[in-house]
């Protein structure tokens, strides 16, 4: 079995991202797949400080600290791009102006519910930043983590132990391993890397899988 | 005449009492008033409630207030980052109390104070930790958690340029939280790179009406490459 490596798991999230959608990519890994949208395709990122048609970094010696993203990393605008403020900004997210937003993950359940803002350990200092609002707004939010933690669990759950950041709001799990759908129904695996069998998984997740995959062409 | 511009940032601050509630713009350091923050930690006032969506970043603004001691509390979405390190030792000493809050609902609730609403439902945070407690309700079928607007006694902003009446505009993503805690504060003071002549600024391009501003003062310009 070949597991997808970051680069390749943001080129397949890529993939699904249609011409004329409005994007939203979370902090850390979902950023990467900014790098993997096809140029022919005119996709609309938003940055959730104020920014709608956010350009790739600048060169270096050409950042402008008054044009970040979401990370607080320097980006350009792209022509046709604007700029509005923070209640503007989480409109769009909230009342599903955002077509699709990609967060990372602590632990997803078969069910949709997400958990990514904090561990609830003892004296860990929490931060939420827009993860609710992103996680619940979006017309479709779409998750891309690895399958399992450091220590070999399965971050795909029947139920979140970490505290909450959204009760059924994720529809779509980009893994290292494979691609799932998530939802009311639970959890069905819509691709594997070559050399994995949906036993595999079911062992690796320990969650009941249906099998999705479309039918070969 | 009518004319907001005051001299100095110390001159602008200088009626921040004790026990105010201060709403800072900016995310991270774009948009940070920090001639304002400077001035405001030289005048004194503590035992602030501070909003702003972070809690310091580094050694200037918002983390200067916290590490000079004056914050008694703070409201905002992400506390702790790479180099929050004056919240994270005050927070852990028990010195500074923190209500988080998801960033839509900060901005909405700000919001709603400036528009004059009495509460808001948002779907933002139903479920989870930071509701609980809280009322909700369901609406057409959606879940809906209460939430109640953030009021400050001033606002502390920066904005690129103004006028003698207040109209401010903005430059690039330093806009975020401008224009909302202008509206949400009883009296707001605007840091500009510019003060302009009246009707220097397109009308149709303000972002700002004059309205919602009460002071403004004039620092150096904005430098176009500036390090944060």
Redesign the interface.
Known sequence: MERLNRHQMAARVAKDIPEGAYVNLGIGLPTTVANYLPVDRDIFLQ?????LGMGPAPVP????????NAG?QAVT?LTGGC?????D??AM??AGHIDICVLGAFQVSVHGDLANW?TGEP?A?????????LA??AKQTFVMMELLTKQGESKLVEACHY?????GCVSRVYTDVAVFEVGPSGAGVLEMVEGLAIEDLRKLTGVPLRESMALPA | MIDKSVVSAEAAVADIKNGSAVMIGGFGTAGMPDQLIEALIAQGAGDLTIINNNAGNGETGVAALIKAGKVKKIICSFPRQADSHHFDAAYRAGQIELELVPQGNLAARIQAAGAGLGAIFTPTGFGTLLAEGKETREIDGRQYVLEYPIHADFALIKAQRGDRWGNLVYRKTARNFGPIMAMAAKTTIAQVARIVPLGDLDPEAVVTPGIFVQRVIETAPVPLHAVA
Do not use: C, Q
């Open positions: 940055s959730e400080n104020g920014l010696g050409e950042e402008d600290w008054e044009l970040i607080k605008l700029y509005f403020h923070h209640a900004s989480f997210m909230r904090h004296g200092i929490p931060a939420v930043g827009g993860a609710m609002d619940i707004g505290p909450l950041t959204g009760l």
